[in-house]
C-alpha cells in the first residue's frame, strides 16, 4: 500500500501518547488488535476505511498502527490481526465478507474486474486468502503423510511451517535447503542417514516449499531466526546442522550468533564468502524493497516458470536423470503458490557480506565443506583455495557433481555425513 502524504508528517510529528478507552489494541502502545469479536470487527471496520480518514480516537490510533505495520505493500493487515484470526475471534470469512461487503458500499453494489478500489480491501482479502490456502495445503500434507519419515506442521510467529522427521534415537541433524527448494531436496538423504541411527530433520524454511509465504520482509537474518527457533521449540538439543546453497550461509549465521545449538556445520556448496582479517559488522534488519525489485520479480516469476526444468538440469551437471518430475513438479507447483512473488523481491536484498571464515571461526573443526566440484553457479576451485589457505581447521570433501551434489550424488553424500557425525560422536 502507498499510502497518500497526507499522513506522512505523522510518522515524524511526536505527540503525547493517551491512553484510548475504546483501544481495540491488547497492550498500550502494542499494534495486536484484540479483545472480543465485536471490538475486533470495529477495527476491522476502521482498518478498511482508512482512506476515509476519521474524527475517532480508536480509529485514529488504528490508522496510526496501521501505517507503522505496513513494512511493505499490504504487510499492516497481517500484523494487526494475524493474531485474531488464528485464535478464533473472528474468521477469515467474517473478513473476507466485510471487505467484499465495503468495496461493493464504495462502487454501487459492484465489483471492479480491475481490482479492488480500496487498498485495504486488497490487504485483507489478500491475508485471508492465502492463510486459507496454507491451511488447506498443510491438511492436505497431514493426510498424504506415508514412508519412512512424516511430515509434520510448526506454527513459527504465526506462520504454518512443514518439516519432515525420520529416525527416533541417536545425534540430531538438520537439513536446510537453499533458495527455490525445499525440504523434499532432501528426499534421499533423509531416510538414509536416519537408518544409520541419527535422528533427522528437514524443514522448508518460510517463503519456500510447502510452508507458508506471507507478506512480510525476507531476510538472511529472519531465516537464521526461523531454523534457531527450530532448533530451540521443535528439536530440543543441539545439531549437527547441514545446509545446500544459500541454506549454508543461513547455517553458518545461525552457528555464529548461536553456536550452543550447533554441534557441527556441514556446508554443501554454500553461499558466501571467505574475506581475510575481516572485522565486525552490524546485521541491517530494516530494509525495504525498492520500486525495480518489485516489478523485477513480476517479470522473472514467469520467465522462472518457463526456464526452471534448464535452471535446474544446470546445476546437475554429471547425473541429469536426476532431475526429475518429482522435484520439477514441486518447485513448479511452489512457483504458483500466494505470496511467492513477495519471497522473490527479496532475492535481490539478501546480505551476504558477513564472510563464511568470520561467522564460523569458533567452531574450530567442526565445519565440513562438501564440494560439487562441477557448480555452474560458483568457482568452487576458487572457493576451495581460499577456505584451504584462510580457514585451515575445516574439513573438505570434493565431488563430482554440480551445486547440489546431495540430490545429485546422494549415497556419496550420505557416506560423508554418517562418517562425519560418527567421529564427532564417539
Given at each position: 500500500?502507498?499510502?497518500?502524504?497526507?499522513?506522512?508528517?505523522?510518522?515524524?510529528?511526536?505527540?503525547?501518547?493517551?491512553?484510548?478507552?475504546?483501544?481495540?489494541?491488547?497492550?498500550?502502545?502494542?499494534?495486536?488488535?484484540?479483545?472480543?469479536?465485536?471490538?475486533?470487527?470495529?477495527?476491522?471496520?476502521?482498518?478498511?476505511?482508512?482512506?476515509?480518514?476519521?474524527?475517532?480516537?480508536?480509529?485514529?490510533?488504528?490508522?496510526?498502527?496501521?501505517?507503522?505495520?505496513?513494512?511493505?505493500?499490504?504487510?499492516?493487515?497481517?500484523?494487526?490481526?494475524?493474531?485474531?484470526?488464528?485464535?478464533?475471534?473472528?474468521?477469515?470469512?467474517?473478513?473476507?465478507?466485510?471487505?467484499?461487503?465495503?468495496?461493493?458500499?464504495?462502487?454501487?453494489?459492484?465489483?471492479?474486474?480491475?481490482?479492488?478500489?480500496?487498498?485495504?480491501?486488497?490487504?485483507?482479502?489478500?491475508?485471508?486468502?492465502?492463510?486459507?490456502?496454507?491451511?488447506?495445503?498443510?491438511?492436505?500434507?497431514?493426510?498424504?503423510?506415508?514412508?519412512?519419515?512424516?511430515?509434520?506442521?510448526?506454527?513459527?510467529?504465526?506462520?504454518?511451517?512443514?518439516?519432515?522427521?525420520?529416525?527416533?534415537?541417536?545425534?540430531?541433524?538438520?537439513?536446510?535447503?537453499?533458495?527455490?527448494?525445499?525440504?523434499?531436496?532432501?528426499?534421499?538423504?533423509?531416510?538414509?542417514?536416519?537408518?544409520?541411527?541419527?535422528?533427522?530433520?528437514?524443514?522448508?524454511?518460510?517463503?519456500?516449499?510447502?510452508?507458508?509465504?506471507?507478506?512480510?520482509?525476507?531476510?538472511?537474518?529472519?531465516?537464521?531466526?526461523?531454523?534457531?527457533?527450530?532448533?530451540?521449540?521443535?528439536?530440543?538439543?543441539?545439531?549437527?546442522?547441514?545446509?545446500?546453497?544459500?541454506?549454508?550461509?543461513?547455517?553458518?549465521?545461525?552457528?555464529?550468533?548461536?553456536?550452543?545449538?550447533?554441534?557441527?556445520?556441514?556446508?554443501?556448496?554454500?553461499?558466501?564468502?571467505?574475506?581475510?582479517?575481516?572485522?565486525?559488522?552490524?546485521?541491517?534488519?530494516?530494509?525495504?524493497?525498492?520500486?525495480?525489485?518489485?516489478?523485477?520479480?513480476?517479470?522473472?516469476?514467469?520467465?522462472?516458470?518457463?526456464?526452471?526444468?534448464n535452471i535446474v538440469a544446470d546445476c546437475y551437471p554429471v547425473k541429469k536423470e536426476r532431475v526429475d518430475e518429482m522435484i520439477i513438479n514441486e518447485m513448479t507447483r511452489a512457483s504458483h503458490d500466494?505470496?511467492?512473488?513477495?519471497?522473490?523481491?527479496?532475492?535481490?536484498?539478501?546480505?551476504?557480506?558477513?564472510?563464511?571464515?568470520?561467522?564460523?571461526?569458533?567452531?574450530?573443526?567442526?565445519?565440513?565443506?562438501?564440494?560439487?566440484?562441477?557448480?555452474?553457479?560458483?568457482?568452487?576451485?576458487?572457493?576451495?583455495?581460499?577456505?584451504?589457505?584462510?580457514?585451515?581447521?575445516?574439513?573438505?570433501?570434493?565431488?563430482?557433481?554440480?551445486?547440489?551434489?546431495?540430490?545429485?550424488?546422494?549415497?556419496?553424500?550420505?557416506?560423508?555425513?554418517?562418517?562425519?557425525?560418527?567421529?564427532?560422536?564417539?
Amino acid at each position: 500500500m502507498n499510502f497518500d502524504n497526507r499522513n506522512q508528517s505523522s510518522l515524524t510529528r511526536k505527540t503525547p501518547r493517551k491512553k484510548i478507552p475504546s483501544s481495540a489494541f491488547v497492550a498500550q502502545g502494542g499494534n495486536l488488535v484484540g479483545g472480543g469479536t465485536n471490538s475486533v470487527l470495529n477495527a476491522l471496520a476502521g482498518y478498511l476505511r482508512y482512506l476515509e480518514g476519521t474524527g475517532r480516537d480508536d480509529w485514529q490510533e488504528l490508522h496510526e498502527k496501521l501505517r507503522s505495520a505496513e513494512t511493505r505493500s499490504g504487510a499492516s493487515f497481517g500484523a494487526l490481526f494475524g493474531p485474531s484470526l488464528r485464535l478464533g475471534i473472528i474468521s477469515k470469512r467474517s473478513v473476507f465478507d466485510e471487505a467484499i461487503k465495503y468495496e461493493k458500499d464504495r462502487n454501487g453494489g459492484f465489483l471492479s474486474p480491475f481490482g479492488y478500489s480500496a487498498i485495504t480491501v486488497a490487504g485483507a482479502i489478500d491475508t485471508v486468502s492465502s492463510m486459507e490456502w496454507y491451511y488447506l495445503l498443510a491438511l492436505n500434507s497431514r493426510r498424504g503423510n506415508e514412508g519412512a519419515h512424516s511430515i509434520r506442521i510448526w506454527r513459527w510467529n504465526g506462520h504454518l511451517i512443514q518439516y519432515a522427521v525420520a529416525g527416533h534415537e541417536g545425534p540430531s541433524i538438520l537439513l536446510v535447503h537453499g533458495f527455490g527448494a525445499s525440504l523434499e531436496h532432501y528426499r534421499d538423504n533423509l531416510d538414509d542417514l536416519a537408518e544409520a541411527g541419527n535422528k533427522v530433520w528437514a524443514i522448508s524454511l518460510i517463503g519456500f516449499g510447502k510452508s507458508e509465504k506471507p507478506n512480510i520482509l525476507y531476510t538472511e537474518l529472519l531465516w537464521a531466526e526461523m531454523i534457531k527457533d527450530f532448533v530451540d521449540e521443535v528439536v530440543a538439543e543441539p545439531v549437527h546442522l547441514i545446509g545446500n546453497s544459500l541454506g549454508g550461509y543461513f547455517a553458518a549465521i545461525v552457528a555464529g550468533l548461536w553456536p550452543t545449538l550447533v554441534k557441527s556445520v556441514i556446508l554443501i556448496n554454500s553461499a558466501g564468502n571467505i574475506v581475510p582479517e575481516f572485522s565486525s559488522i552490524a546485521f541491517l534488519k530494516d530494509r525495504q524493497i525498492s520500486g525495480p525489485a518489485k516489478f523485477g520479480a513480476r517479470l522473472l516469476l514467469p520467465f522462472l516458470r518457463l526456464s526452471l526444468k534448464n535452471i535446474v538440469a544446470d546445476c546437475y551437471p554429471v547425473k541429469k536423470e536426476r532431475v526429475d518430475e518429482m522435484i520439477i513438479n514441486e518447485m513448479t507447483r511452489a512457483s504458483h503458490d500466494p505470496g511467492v512473488v513477495y519471497v522473490l523481491e527479496n532475492i535481490f536484498s539478501i546480505n551476504l557480506s558477513i564472510p563464511l571464515n568470520y561467522l564460523l571461526e569458533g567452531l574450530g573443526e567442526k565445519v565440513l565443506i562438501i564440494q560439487g566440484m562441477k557448480d555452474p553457479i560458483q568457482d568452487s576451485k576458487t572457493m576451495l583455495a581460499m577456505l584451504r589457505k584462510h580457514c585451515p581447521g575445516f574439513s573438505i570433501r570434493e565431488l563430482d557433481a554440480g551445486h547440489c551434489p546431495h540430490d545429485e550424488r546422494p549415497e556419496e553424500v550420505n557416506s560423508i555425513i554418517r562418517q562425519w557425525v560418527t567421529s564427532l560422536e564417539t
